[in-house]
């Protein structure tokens, strides 16, 4: 399918938020030459993905990369493996990266084959798995990506990076009362907020220094970002 990019909309507002697919009708809001833009044109040729994945998986990984760097990258409930790649691109310290869920959407490969189109360098270095997150091995030298592991998967993707002693990076999402613990903090704060700060709490407890930020809530509502290290002995 041929698009006609002088047919782009022009509107005077292009929300980080929405859902909407990107297309290459899409790339002349991307006409620069910074790592986001260019990752963005990507995005827009392969037609796969929704614009807020997009923003999220960029303000994750930013953050992430100010604080962690080397080791192999682990995007755990990856979907299509952006977060994975954007890490590998931000900061060229780390070998490899691996992008796992139970299922990866089909259009994954097709994304990343447009990145190592763009970026030979990336070609072999990122390995998408479908299987459960469970069933990888960890080590302690990685570093545990996780954006909107739904509900109780955030959980245990911290429990799993935990048991490994590596670090982690989670940015929750669908906090449940029924399968996440909320510190009986909830006469105080919500239900996500209780959710979230009894996690930054009991990983403080596991002996890791942590590290609390919030990416912009233009992109998504659900935008704590929680990073964890494990201090030193």
Known sequence: MSFDTSL???????????????????????????LFERIARVVCEAACL??????????????????????????LAAGHALTASMLLLI????????????????????????????W????????????????LPLLASDVVVSVHACGALTDRV?????????????LPCCHDKQTCDTGSLEGWLDIPAAIDATRALALRQ?????????????????NRLLLGEPAPA
């Open 120 to 135: 030979p360098r990336l070609a072999g270095r990122v390995s998408l798995r479908e299987q459960a997150e469970y069933e």
């Open 50 to 75: 929704p614009r807020k994945e997009l923003y999220e998986s960029w303000a994750v990984a930013r953050r992430v990369r100010r604080r962690f760097r080397g080791g192999r990258i682990v995007d």
């Open 91 to 118: 900061d060229d310290s780390s070998a490899a990266a691996v992008a796992v869920d139970t299922h990866l959407p089909a259009s994954a490969a097709l994304l990343l084959a447009g990145m190592c189109r763009q």
């Open 158 to 170: 911290l429990e799993r990076a935990v048991a490994a002693r590596c670090r982690v990076a989670v």
């Open 206 to 222: 596991s002996g890791y220094r942590v590290h609390t930020q919030c990416i912009p809530d233009a992109i998504t509502p659900k």
């Open 8 to 34: 782009a909309p022009r509107t005077p507002r292009f929300d980080p938020n929405s859902r909407n697919w990107l297309t290459p009708y899409d790339l002349p809001r991307f006409a620069g030459d910074t």
